[in-house]
């Protein structure tokens, strides 16, 4: 039973390019959370989806990120013409449908580097 | 603004001793309480949860909650080396869409000195 997987692990970038990170829920979870780490600092809520729904995007930067989370498919945090500001560890957690909620479960990451 | 306060540390501590890790938060109302261990370069990890008032142990570790006091904490007896992480509070905020939106605070950087 595979955990929330996540890839890449790490991402390179050059300022102005695109970043897609993807993430796999658990197996029977619907609901995927989107975190961001900068360094030397705590983890940052961004978005809550659930299938083909975002549910709440209150941390979401305004301008050039965006997330998808469809029918079919992982999840995908894109981010728009990347910044140097913009290097970080995002994670995914996901979690079941309903009640029984204990904790995320975080896939391992991807560190997004921007030169 | 609903937040979560922890000391950033670092907090050393002996071999063997008992480390105590605290952390307070802001929304009355929240319900749910997690204690998550992150070493460096890794993803967090989820070592204790906790819903009541009192304490919860779970092998070394001993999670205690004071709900009065908005206050959370965290004892790891007969610490050890491979115990040096950053310790991050979790606190699932109080929220009218009825999910989970969990709130981290920025961590507690814990060494334990052979």
């Known amino acids: 039973n595979a955990g929330v997987m996540q890839n890449p692990r790490h991402l390179v970038r050059r300022r102005g390019q695109e970043a897609r990170l993807r993430c796999s829920p658990m197996?029977?979870?619907?609901?995927v959370y989107w975190y961001r780490q900068l360094p030397e600092e705590g983890l940052k809520f961004m978005v809550y989806?659930?299938?083909?729904?975002?549910?709440?995007e209150s941390g979401m930067p305004k301008e050039r990120f965006s997330a998808e989370f469809p029918k079919e498919g992982p999840s995908i945090l894109r981010i728009q013409q990347v910044v140097r500001g913009d290097s970080a560890a995002y994670f995914c957690?996901?979690?079941?449908?309903?009640?029984?909620?204990?904790?995320?479960?975080f896939g391992s990451g991807t560190r997004l580097t921007v030169v | 603004q609903k937040e979560v306060e922890q000391n950033s540390g670092p907090l050393s501590v002996p071999e063997g001793a008992i480390a105590s890790l605290n952390c307070t938060y802001s929304?009355?109302?929240?319900?749910?309480f997690f204690w998550y261990r992150q070493y460096s370069g890794k993803s967090p990890e989820l070592i204790m949860s906790?819903?009541?008032?009192g304490d919860k142990e779970d092998g070394r570790f001993t999670a205690q909650l004071n709900k009065a006091s908005q206050y959370v904490s965290l004892l790891i007896r007969d610490s050890q080396p491979s115990d040096s992480a950053t310790y991050l509070c979790?606190?699932?905020?109080?929220?009218?869409?009825?999910?989970?939106?969990?709130?981290f605070g920025t961590g507690t950087k814990l060494q334990v000195i052979p």
């Open positions: 957690a996901s979690s079941p449908l309903g009640s029984g909620f204990d904790g995320y479960t």
């Open positions: 197996k029977g979870h619907s609901h």
């Open positions: 989806l659930q299938k083909e729904n975002i549910i709440d």
């Open positions: 929304d009355r109302g929240s319900q749910s």
């Open positions: 906790i819903y009541s008032n």
């Open positions: 979790a606190v699932n905020m109080d929220n009218s869409g009825g999910y989970q939106k969990v709130t």
